[in-house]
Nanobody
Framework: QVQLQELGPGLVKPSQTLSLTCSVS??????????WSWIRQAPGKGLEWMGV???????YYTPSLANRTSIYSDTSKNQFNLQLRSVTPEDTAVYYC?????????????WGKGTLVTVSP
């Protein structure tokens, strides 16, 4: 059974770096053709796709966040990570990690439960 779990602090100060880890079980993150994504939802807003690291280590980002975001995998731990730099209160959101199946119309088929990250002094 595939499971994803977000790990990381729930509170980050403005201007600092938000760092989250997604721990994956039940499948190797190097399996063709899965893509491992971070998605967030700010209070009262819709889902926002942040970026993805692919099964072979390539990374892609939504343009509005590209200059502040890094997503990378740790294959030895079967985890992938998010770093969001220079955060502001507008980055307060529930952050989800998810699997995208590149072999099935890029459907998001597994989600973590999400973790709330608050940006506040």
């Amino acid at each position: 059974q595939v499971q994803l779990q977000e790990l990381g602090p729930g509170l980050v100060k403005p201007s600092q770096t938000l760092s989250l880890t997604c721990s994956v079980s039940g499948v190797s993150i190097t399996t063709n053709y899965y893509y491992w994504s971070w998605i967030r939802q700010a209070p009262g807003k819709g889902l926002e796709w942040m970026g993805v690291v692919t099964y072979n280590g390539n990374d892609y980002y939504t343009p509005s966040l590209a200059n502040r975001t890094s997503i990378y995998s740790d294959t030895s731990k079967n985890q992938f990570n998010l770093q969001l730099r220079s955060v502001t209160p507008e980055d307060t959101a529930v952050y989800y990690c998810a699997r995208v199946d590149g072999g099935n119309r890029f459907r998001v088929d597994y989600w973590g439960k999400g973790t709330l990250v608050t940006v506040s002094p």
